[in-house]
């Protein structure tokens, strides 16, 4: 497991924790695009910065973690759900496996 942080720029959506896929049912409540949000992971917490506020998840918290679809050309999803949250958040990112990569080096499990 890595002990330093890993940051990266993207952008963001607010979700009914429902839902899974792109698509049928998608409707983001809030959102904003690249470069106003920012996914901040260590190897005890993790956070999804906006102009909405902070999204921190703990491994206490968490519900999952798995990856979203994609906006066609533009970025990739990674999806993350936490207990007492009704939302859940999508962090869009360019070259999202990488963001993948990084949260299983810090000991995030990364669903499908």
């Not at 698509?23 to 809030?30: A, D, E, Q």
């Amino acid at each position: 497991m890595i002990d330093r942080e890993f940051s990266r720029r993207g952008g963001v959506a607010y979700v009914d924790s429902g839902v899974r896929s792109w698509g049928r049912g998608y409707r983001s409540n809030k959102h904003a695009t690249w470069p106003f949000a920012r996914l901040s992971v260590g190897t005890s917490h993790l956070t999804v910065s906006s102009l909405f506020g902070d999204f921190r998840v703990t491994r206490a918290n968490l519900v999952s973690i798995s990856r979203f679809g994609s906006v066609p050309v533009l970025a990739d999803g990674i999806r993350f759900a936490r207990n007492g949250h009704d939302e859940a958040v999508i962090f869009w990112a360019l070259r999202a496996g990488r963001v993948v990569d990084e949260l299983q080096c810090r000991g995030w499990p990364v669903g499908d």
